[in-house]
Every structure is written in C-alpha cells, then in structure tokens.
C-alpha cells in the first residue's frame, strides 16, 4: 500500500511539473502593443554612448516590427515559437552616423534567439547570454 502512495505521488508530481511547463510558452500580449525602451545593452546600463537617443522596439500585430537603433530606424518582423524569439530588423534607415553604436545594436539584434519577461523587464538573449534589456516606454 505504501508503494502504491509513494508511485501515486510520484505521479502527481510528473504531472503538475508538465503543466507547469507550458507557462515557458511565449504570450504575444506580453510584447504586442507595447514600445520598449533599452534599459542595458550587453550587461552596461551606461547608454550614454547612444547619443542621438535610446533604441526602442514596437512589436506590432502580425509578427511586424519597427523601431530606432540609436541613429537609423528600422521596420521588420518577428517570429515567436515557444520561448525562442527572432528578430529581423528588416529595412534600416541609411542615415550618417557617428560611432558603431547603431551597428551594433542591429547586429545584436539579429544574434537574439529567446528572450524573458521580468517584472515589466524585456530581456533579449542569444541562450543564455543576455544581449540586451528593456522597459516599457513611459507615455
């Protein structure tokens, strides 16, 4: 009687971590419809090196994207899959700028491969490395 509690526990255990697991899936709601504003870039909360303002991302409906990479805009697509998010910034605005900042914010954002929601923070990684995070845009 004791084994058949202790396999009925085990059971119930096996069961309540598989439904649990779905909450990994990616909620749409949680980017759609939102501006997000980078927030740190590469582990550096010192954004001062994009001097022309803050890169932001809009997640729009059907799977669209637009935004600003620190000099140039940019309009796009997204594709979610369980947790797994890509990101391709699409058309990029061909504007003269100064530094590699904007590169290199377009080339991290071709590198995301997943990404989090945590208290109100986006977080962008390539695994388990995060590239970079933001917040949502203030009205």
Request: proline share 3%; with cysteine; charged share 20%.
């Amino acid at each position: 009687m004791k084994q058949v509690r202790i396999f009925s526990l085990g059971i119930l255990i096996l069961l309540f971590i598989g439904c649990s697991g779905s909450s990994n899936l990616a909620n749409p709601n949680l980017l759609i419809g939102k501006t997000w504003v980078l927030s740190s870039f590469k582990g550096d909360h010192d954004l001062s090196k994009f001097s022309l303002g803050s890169p932001f991302i809009s997640f729009l409906e059907e799977g669209r994207l637009a935004g600003f990479a620190g000099c140039n805009n940019f309009s796009g697509t997204f594709s979610l899959e369980g947790m797994g998010l890509l990101l391709d910034p699409g058309a990029i605005t061909k504007k003269a700028c100064s530094g590699t900042t904007d590169t290199a914010f377009i080339s991290a954002m071709d590198n995301v491969k997943n990404f989090s929601v945590e208290k109100s923070r986006l977080i962008l990684m390539d695994g388990t490395i995060e590239l970079m995070s933001f917040i949502p845009k203030k009205d």
